[in-house]
């Protein structure tokens, strides 16, 4: 496992020939995205995809929640920055499209919270399976920033354009039971049975056909690719709207544990 040494955010090991277990690993902050594990969710799926040994990942978050959202600081970074607005967007660019290049199926276990950076990764994998009770959410609007991580390049696609608009613009939150009957995600368990139940998804794609089942997926991508120019769009005005005054009262609501007070003029 030498070859993941230098990951500090991610947790690596292998419970089955062939299968790569990736966990976000601080649990101290809910498996919060700080920019080093921004950074290691971005490099992390070429890793394996040049990783001889490697034929398929699981993604999970270390003990009860797969992941809390980003850290305030980054969004703070953001509004006050503008080199590290261009950083930070150059991050979230290249994690959306390394995970959809990637040749090898990913799988990701869901459970607890799922938002923000570590939620991208998990619905943009091959397979995605959630605990019953999980809980998804978008929070972009809340923050007043526009929903451009992931969710214009995905979400429509995996659950329709009407419902994807219902949960994006209202940031509504999702179980996981209500995710598999969307279409959001692959399959919803029991919270007991999330391991073992990843596990053997990932252990029959390791066994099965490995250029059968990774052309498959590079063919079934182009339709994320075929959507580029809508996530790029997205995307570039979520890091426009970091310049606004609606992400300032947004990141101050959460500070303060409050509901946002906006103005409701908008220039648009």
Known sequence: MTRYSHYTRLAISSPAPGVMKVELNRPDKYNATDEAMHHEL???????????????????????????????????????????????????????????????????????????AGLTAALLADVSIASRTARI???????????????????????????????????????????????????????????????????????????AIRLTKYALNNWLRSAGPIFDTSLALEFLSFTGSEVQEGLKSHLEKRKPNFDRKSPI
């Not at 890793?47 to 001889?52: F, G, N, Q, R």
């Not at 978008?138 to 991580?149: E, F, I, M, S, Y």
């Open 137 to 211: 959410i978008d929070g972009h609007t809340r923050l007043g920033v526009v929903a451009g991580d992931h969710a214009a390049i995905i979400w429509p696609l995996l659950c329709g354009m009407a419902k994807a608009k219902y949960l994006l613009l209202l940031c509504e939150p999702v179980s996981g039971e209500e995710a598999e009957r969307l279409g959001l995600i692959s399959l919803a368990v029991d919270d007991d049975q999330l391991e073992a139940k990843s596990l053997e998804i990932a252990v029959r794609l390791a066994n099965g056909a490995p250029t």
């Open 42 to 116: 971005t490099t992390i799926w070429r890793d394996i995809d040049a990783d001889p040994d490697a034929s398929v990942s699981i993604l999970t978050g270390v003990g009860n929640v797969f992941s809390a959202g980003g850290d305030f600081s980054a969004i703070e970074e953001n509004i006050n920055d503008p080199r590290q607005r261009l950083a930070h967007w150059r991050g979230s660019r290249d994690l959306v499209y390394n995970i959809i290049n990637s040749s090898k199926p990913i799988v990701s276990a869901i459970r607890g919270p799922a938002v923000g």
